[in-house]
């Protein structure tokens, strides 16, 4: 799902880059989950886009 909507924001809406939280649904930085997706950004991003994480406070506080 993650996947789909970085494809929908580049490719679709044609979005100057992506931003995402540094606490994805419990998932953080280095956590197996999210490699697909960061691979992903990685790909798309690199050099040709912006990204930007942004802090968010740990699941359940």
């Known amino acids: 799902m993650m996947i789909e909507e970085i494809e929908y924001a580049l490719d679709t809406l044609g979005l100057d880059g992506v931003m995402i ?4 649904g419990g998932h953080y930085f280095g956590d197996p989950f999210l490699e697909p997706v960061l691979a992903e950004l990685d790909r798309r991003v690199r050099g040709r886009r912006r990204f930007g994480i942004g802090p968010r406070s740990p699941r359940g506080r």
């Open 21 to 24: 939280s540094s606490n994805i």
